[in-house]
């Protein structure tokens, strides 16, 4: 008799680990098609606390709000075990999928904004990279670092600025948190200097407006205004001229930027020279130097 029950145990906990692992799946479908009514059948149904991560991932990645604040209510019944274990990777993968109602709710949830276990990087990292302004202003607002580094031991600020397409709203959202905007210009190329460089006026104001130096040098001796007109780019001039940049420094080789202006600048770039040496009475010329050749970096 003891040994058929111990067989009928087993029997039973087999069957039963069968049935709880398939309602387990179906909550996840369920979660990730975003079918209230069933996730609300299957959770009556109590299918368990361990079933919840996976749910609670998958209506992260699809973002469905009400799915979510379904599972989390269910997660608050089992002492938020999911949101403490896991919550960090809802919150990388709602952001990574641009689910900015999902990261409201699991901020508002308190999940750490600044973890970085089981990931690559931390959120906001993901969303600067994204360009993603909405869903940066909310982990910046819940308390995410803007003095962190990306995967390549670049830090934020730099990272934002040097994208192929930076926004400068984010640039300017990082500042307003406390990014670190001298720490951020210790690279080869100031912040300023990279803006001007790739032709990028709006970061370029940015960047002043929060007190960058338009006439600090980099690494190789440049400043920001030699690196706009290396760039090609007179409106990035323009903007460093109004705001004190001097003309007349050195670019390389011991030649003036002027005589490169006047050698390879294009006619709007001349100009914006020539009104620049005009309206602030430096009294040099474009002509009279012999032509010259720079070298780029």
């Known amino acids: 008799m003891k040994k058929m029950v111990q067989v009928f145990t087993i029997v039973f906990a087999v069957v039963l680990t069968g049935v709880v692992h398939g309602m387990a799946e179906k909550l996840l479908i369920a979660s990730r098609q975003g079918d209230v009514g069933e996730v609300r059948r299957l959770l009556a149904a109590e299918v368990g606390a361990h079933t919840l991560p996976g749910a609670l991932l998958a209506a ?85 670092s803007p003095n962190i580094y990306d995967e390549t031991g670049m830090l934020l600020l730099r990272m934002a600025v040097e994208m192929e397409r930076p926004d400068s709203r984010i640039v300017h959202a990082l500042l307003q948190a406390g990014a670190n905007l001298n720490a951020a210009d210790m690279g080869v190329l100031t912040l300023l200097g990279r803006a001007a460089q790739n032709g990028n006026p709006e ?29 090609g780019d007179s409106e990035v ?9 001097d003309p007349t420094v050195v670019a390389n080789r011991g030649k003036e930027l002027l005589l490169f202006v006047r050698d390879y600048g294009s006619p709007q770039m001349k100009e914006v020279f020539e009104n620049a040496i005009a309206r602030q009475g430096y009294g040099h010329s474009f002509y009279g130097e012999q032509a010259w050749q720079p070298v780029y970096w």
């Open 60 to 144: 992260a990645r699809e973002g469905h709000d009400d799915i979510m604040r379904i599972l989390l209510d269910e997660d608050a019944r089992h002492d938020g075990y999911a949101i403490r274990q896991w919550g960090g990777v809802l919150l990388y993968s709602a952001v990574q999928r641009g689910h900015r109602g999902i990261v409201r709710i699991l901020l508002a949830e308190g999940v750490n904004p600044n973890v970085t276990e089981r990931l690559e990087n931390a959120s906001l990292v993901m969303a600067v990279r994204s360009g993603n302004l909405g869903i940066v202003q909310e982990l910046l607002q819940a308390g995410a």
């Open 203 to 231: 970061v370029a104001r940015v960047l002043i407006n929060w007190g960058a130096d338009a006439n600090a040098v980099d690494r190789y001796g440049l400043t920001p205004l030699v690196r706009a007109v290396y760039g």
């Open 237 to 245: 001039a323009q903007l460093l001229l109004d705001v004190g940049a």
